[in-house]
Every structure is written in structure tokens, then in C-alpha cells.
């Protein structure tokens, strides 16, 4: 019986330590849809022998949703944009970086070195930054696109035919600047404005989709869609005969970020991962292929010459001004939360 325990015992410390071996080559990443090239993800293994496994959603409060629901000690690293950055730092959802973890920190482009939703990057990396705001289809519509009543008070040509964003913080920001109010207001009668504008506006909306934003475009299933600049790009590409609008009243400006998550399981691949992210040739190819711009130093000679041309990345002069996402106070938040699930019912 003793023999028999004591070879128990020695097969599960063997199991723990085949568990711990096999941990060693992993790297659990959470990250948006159609935005890594697998090409990279091979390149990160043949360089390290550290194996990918990638799961996708498709929008920041879907992920805050699963991480919440217990996908915090199951996933390394995660990409959320520059405003759920500070909220899920808020939940205490990150892990710090140490100084000289990260030997390619200095990579970082000096603009996006000390955010104000993570100041002295301590828990994040630069990923990619761009715009939200909404494609137009040139066959459906000719007239004047530079406005948000593209999307809030469409003219009768796209009234049905406008997909938007599944996405809270994307849909209530472009509301807000279509409005002229701040985008946490406290203002009672500014907030019942804003409920009524959006439940109006439902009327001539056809869908809420995120991760088929691009192809109800390329289809001509939609003839509008809120969409991020680099989808716009390849929806052009693909042949769909459409234009990225500028509004005069503003767009969005956002910055997605690497994070390391509280309780990786594979800490030190996570970093070793975000190490890779900083070498410009591998952010590079991330640009080239989702088409969007990169926060590290010495990119430009890997990437497209072509991405810098895009009308998707130059605003034309009457533009409004790029805002990014804004963290409401935990009070504010649930009105708009609410604001939210009845637009979505």
C-alpha cells in the first residue's frame, strides 16, 4: 500500500510537472476579431516555441463582459481600447509592469508613452490607433456626407439601410457629438434629449453588427455603416463604392492597447509577446494587414506606402476634431448603460 501511495504520489508530481512544462510554450490571447494576421502569430511561435491560442469578440464591454464572468486567470493578455484600458484598471482586472520587464519599452512613440489612461504605460503596450465614424455608399447616396445626420436624421435615400456599431461606448460618443453635449453629461434634460434623439433615429437603423460591419457594406446589404477607418479601407478594397466620412461636428479617436491581464497564467510569455509587438517590423505587418496606424518608433519602412494615402487617414480640412472615448463616473454611467439597453431592446 505504501509502495503504491508513494507511486501515486510521484505519477502526479510528474502530471503537475508535464502541466508546468506544457504552460511554459503557451500564451492565451483575447483580442478583437480580423485584426491579427495569423502570419504573425507562426512568426511569434518558429521565434519562440511558445504556442498561440487566440479567442476573439467584438467590442470593448463584450470582453469586460467575459472577463468578468470569469475570464480573468484564463487569459494572458487582452486588447482593449484607450477608455476600457481605465476601466478595467479600475476593476483591478491588470497587472503591473515592472521597470526592465520589457526590454523594448523604448520603442514606444514618445505620443503614446505616457497616456492618461495609463500613465507610464504600466500595464499596457501601444497596439494600433485609428478613427471610428461611418462609411457612405456613393451608389446609394451622392449628396453631402460630412455630417452626423448620416446616421442620426438620414436623408430618405438611407433610411433602413444603416448598420451600426454594436458597440455602447463607439454609438453614444458619435450621439453625443451629434448633439453638442459632453459625452458623461449630468444634465437631466440634456440625457432624456439624447434617449429620445437615439430612439428616433432606431427607426431608420437596420442592424447592430459589429464583426460584419465590412461585408453588409461590400454586400450592399447596408448603405451606411458606423464603421473603424481600416474596415473602410479593405470594404473599398473588396469593391464596395464607398466613402469615409469626416463629420463636421467630430469622430472618434481611439488608441487599442496590449494588456497584461491579472493572473496570466503564462505571465512571462505575455511580456515576451508584447516584447514582439515593439519590434517595428512585427507591429508593422499588424498596420499592414488591418490597415490601421501603429505606436512604436521605426515603422515606417515596413509599412505599405499606399496606407499613408488612404482617404480613410487624411481629414478633409473642414473636419471636426477627433475625441476619444470618455470614462463616465460610476453614477453617470448607469444612466447611460440604461440609455443603452433600451436602444438595444
Given at each position: 500500500?505504501?509502495?503504491?501511495?508513494?507511486?501515486?504520489?510521484?505519477?502526479?508530481?510528474?502530471?503537475?510537472?508535464?502541466?508546468?512544462?506544457?504552460?511554459?510554450?503557451?500564451?492565451?490571447?483575447?483580442?478583437?476579431?480580423?485584426?491579427?494576421?495569423?502570419?504573425?502569430?507562426?512568426?511569434?511561435?518558429?521565434?519562440?516555441?511558445?504556442?498561440?491560442?487566440?479567442?476573439?469578440?467584438?467590442?470593448?464591454?463584450?470582453?469586460?463582459?467575459?472577463?468578468?464572468?470569469?475570464?480573468?486567470?484564463?487569459y494572458d493578455v487582452s486588447v482593449p481600447g484607450d477608455y476600457m484600458v481605465s476601466i478595467m484598471a479600475g476593476?483591478?482586472?491588470?497587472?503591473?509592469?515592472?521597470?526592465?520587464?520589457?526590454?523594448?519599452?523604448?520603442?514606444?512613440?514618445?505620443?503614446?508613452?505616457?497616456?492618461?489612461?495609463?500613465?507610464?504605460?504600466?500595464?499596457?503596450?501601444?497596439?494600433?490607433?485609428?478613427?471610428?465614424?461611418?462609411?457612405?455608399?456613393?451608389?446609394?447616396?451622392?449628396?453631402?456626407?460630412?455630417?452626423?445626420?448620416?446616421?442620426?436624421?438620414?436623408?430618405?435615400?438611407?433610411?433602413?439601410?444603416?448598420?451600426?456599431?454594436?458597440?455602447?461606448?463607439?454609438?453614444?460618443?458619435?450621439?453625443?457629438?451629434?448633439?453638442?453635449?459632453?459625452?458623461?453629461?449630468?444634465?437631466?434634460?440634456?440625457?432624456?434629449?439624447?434617449?429620445?434623439?437615439?430612439?428616433?433615429?432606431?427607426?431608420?437603423?437596420?442592424?447592430?453588427?459589429?464583426?460584419?460591419?465590412?461585408?453588409?457594406?461590400?454586400?450592399?446589404?447596408?448603405?451606411?455603416?458606423?464603421?473603424?477607418?481600416?474596415?473602410?479601407?479593405?470594404?473599398?478594397?473588396?469593391?464596395?463604392?464607398?466613402?469615409?466620412?469626416?463629420?463636421?461636428?467630430?469622430?472618434?479617436?481611439?488608441?487599442?492597447?496590449?494588456?497584461?491581464?491579472k493572473d496570466a497564467p503564462n505571465r512571462e510569455n505575455a511580456l515576451i509577446f508584447m516584447d514582439f509587438l515593439?519590434?517595428?517590423?512585427?507591429?508593422?505587418?499588424?498596420?499592414?494587414?488591418?490597415?490601421?496606424?501603429?505606436?512604436?518608433?521605426?515603422?515606417?519602412?515596413?509599412?505599405?506606402?499606399?496606407?499613408?494615402?488612404?482617404?480613410?487617414?487624411?481629414?478633409?480640412?473642414?473636419?471636426?476634431?477627433?475625441?476619444?472615448?470618455?470614462?463616465c463616473d460610476e453614477e453617470t454611467q448607469a444612466v447611460y448603460d440604461q440609455i443603452w439597453t433600451n436602444l438595444?431592446?
Amino acid at each position: 500500500m505504501k509502495h503504491m501511495m508513494k507511486n501515486g504520489v510521484t505519477a502526479l508530481a510528474l502530471a503537475i510537472g508535464a502541466n508546468a512544462a506544457a504552460a511554459e510554450g503557451e500564451l492565451v490571447l483575447y483580442h478583437w476579431f480580423e485584426y491579427m494576421p495569423q502570419e504573425l502569430l507562426d512568426k511569434f511561435t518558429e521565434e519562440t516555441g511558445i504556442t498561440v491560442t487566440m479567442d476573439t469578440y467584438d467590442s470593448n464591454e463584450a470582453m469586460l463582459a467575459s472577463l468578468k464572468a470569469g475570464g480573468i486567470g484564463t487569459y494572458d493578455v487582452s486588447v482593449p481600447g484607450d477608455y476600457m484600458v481605465s476601466i478595467m484598471a479600475g476593476e483591478g482586472m491588470l497587472d503591473t509592469i515592472a521597470d526592465g520587464e520589457l526590454k523594448n519599452k523604448g520603442n514606444i512613440a514618445p505620443e503614446w508613452a505616457d497616456p492618461g489612461f495609463d500613465p507610464g504605460r504600466q500595464s499596457s503596450i501601444p497596439y494600433q490607433w485609428g478613427s471610428t465614424s461611418f462609411a457612405v455608399s456613393r451608389d446609394a447616396y451622392e449628396g453631402d456626407i460630412q455630417t452626423t445626420d448620416i446616421l442620426f436624421n438620414p436623408p430618405a435615400e438611407l433610411q433602413g439601410r444603416i448598420n451600426m456599431l454594436d458597440s455602447q461606448g463607439e454609438v453614444m460618443a458619435m450621439a453625443a457629438l451629434h448633439m453638442g453635449i459632453p459625452q458623461c453629461s449630468t444634465d437631466r434634460e440634456q440625457l432624456k434629449a439624447l434617449n429620445a434623439m437615439l430612439q428616433e433615429a432606431k427607426q431608420h437603423w437596420a442592424s447592430f453588427n459589429s464583426d460584419t460591419a465590412k461585408e453588409v457594406l461590400v454586400s450592399g446589404d447596408a448603405a451606411v455603416g458606423q464603421i473603424y477607418d481600416g474596415f473602410s479601407a479593405k470594404a473599398r478594397e473588396e469593391g464596395a463604392n464607398v466613402e469615409y466620412a469626416f463629420p463636421t461636428q467630430g469622430y472618434i479617436a481611439w488608441m487599442d492597447n496590449v494588456v497584461l491581464l491579472k493572473d496570466a497564467p503564462n505571465r512571462e510569455n505575455a511580456l515576451i509577446f508584447m516584447d514582439f509587438l515593439l519590434e517595428p517590423e512585427n507591429i508593422a505587418a499588424v498596420s499592414n494587414f488591418a490597415q490601421y496606424n501603429a505606436g512604436v518608433n521605426g515603422v515606417s519602412e515596413f509599412l505599405d506606402p499606399a496606407l499613408a494615402e488612404q482617404p480613410e487617414k487624411n481629414p478633409h480640412a473642414n473636419a471636426g476634431q477627433g475625441v476619444f472615448i470618455e470614462v463616465c463616473d460610476e453614477e453617470t454611467q448607469a444612466v447611460y448603460d440604461q440609455i443603452w439597453t433600451n436602444l438595444k431592446k
